[in-house]
């Protein structure tokens, strides 16, 4: 068991005790009456698989106490099955086909179960521990061979069941298809108000399921292009404070916003470099906008000088390659070259022009935007341009960005204005799996544009 309560109650603080306990190597060696865990099976499905034919999960009310931990027992199973559903790879059964009961902890009879097709079941109970003080337990069973492949408990408070819930989904996710989930992850975006052509544009931030919203920004300034860094509670994103666009950070923790460099020119489109010692972003020239790289304790790089609009910069997860999109050619396209800026080389070659491209976190595929004719796309392609793939099309929609286990992009897409006051027009979040199913809209309170999905919390 892993005990919470000693913990801040910052997220990270949490985060990483959870972390450390997912990680034990015991979790997997200890038997079956030791506490805390047991391993005595596996149940790794390929997720080509799931996609066809997603996993038919049960996730029964966990068991509560009474009082508090019975609506924590509800509410825990509901974002549970909810975080399954919409990754579009689990097909949790409805409750009301479940036959008896479970108490949470004991063996279940997997006959019932199986009868009514659940690959796999989700136990849990949750117990007061005075105060504000829960333990919560959880097991996942594979039905079929009526094997327990997982079991752990954690201490927390009342406040932070939401959390536990994502990460028991994370646990529930990588156990069942072999890979990292990205339910316990947050994402920032611009929140747009107000009418279009007096457009309010804050910075916001919420869970991956929209929950937890709040705005970090007033909206006195206009913001765009929000990015996480990668392993702090803070946001490199551009503003127009005193209408001079510039690159700023914002401090989760405190609030405190500053500028990131003095130049001469407007700088935009930064992203943090894998080892968030450094912020990659454009700076604009008088013929154009070169690439540098700005370290956050000082100093500055130039990376590239060729005289063209070269935008967009993004690290591979390595730190050795760099892809960003330039017009060096003649029009918009994708070019990568060495994270010195060294050996450029143009990547895409497919109709229409190529913007806003960023790397998945496996390092094996680049997502991208494309405008063709009239129409928008979302895309990926490999590091070499090639096997490109459209996802998703529409009259408008821009700037992917990965999910931390590389299985899902989240973007927006904008919907055209019936006439000159705006009228008609939205702004919203969509995420699609990396296959081209699954697309969903992603609800927030406002319009919203430019999401940048964080790294699973630490």
Known sequence: MTDLL???????GL??????????????????HAQGTTATGSAVIDVDRARTDPIPVAIPVFVGAGGDTERLGRDIAGVITNNLARSGLFRPIDPAAFIGRTDGGATPNFQNWKAIGAQALV???????????????????????????????YTTTLGNWRRIAHIISDVIYERMLG????????????????????????????????ENNRFLTDGGFLALTPRFHPTRDQIAFMSYVNDKPRVYLFDLGTGRQQMLGNFPGITLSPRFAPDGNSVIMAQTTASGSDIYL????????RLTDSGAIDVSPCFSPD????????????????????????????????RGRYATPVWSPRGDLIAFTRQSSDTFAIGVMRPDGSGERILSESFFCEAPTWAPNGRVLMFYRETAAR?????????????????????????????????AWSPLLQ
């Open 319 to 350: 730190g050795t390659q760099i892809v960003f999109n330039s017009d060096r050619g003649g029009d918009q396209q994708l070019y990568v070259m060495g994270a010195d800026g060294s050996g450029s080389k143009r990547i895409s070659f497919g």
């Open 15 to 32: 985060v990483a005790a959870s972390t450390a306990l997912l990680a034990a190597p015991a979790l997997w060696t200890r038997p079956a």
């Open 123 to 153: 136990t849990g109970k949750i117990d007061s521990q005075g105060g504000d003080k829960v333990r919560v337990e959880f097991r996942l069973w594979d039905v079929l061979p009526g094997l327990q492949i997982q079991g752990t408990a």
């Open 6 to 12: 000693s913990m801040p109650l910052r997220r990270r």
């Open 419 to 451: 006439d000159s006051r705006g009228n008609g027009y939205s702004s919203r979040l969509v995420s699609i799996d990396i296959a081209g199913f699954n697309e969903r809209a992603i609800a927030t309170p406002t319009d919203a544009s430019d999401p």
């Open 179 to 210: 890979e990292k989930g990205y339910f316990d992850t947050r994402v920032v975006y611009i929140a747009g108000s107000g009418p279009r052509d007096r457009r309010v544009k804050r910075l916001a931030i919420m869970d991956q399921d929209s």
């Open 294 to 301: 700005v370290g956050l304790g000082g100093g500055a790089r």
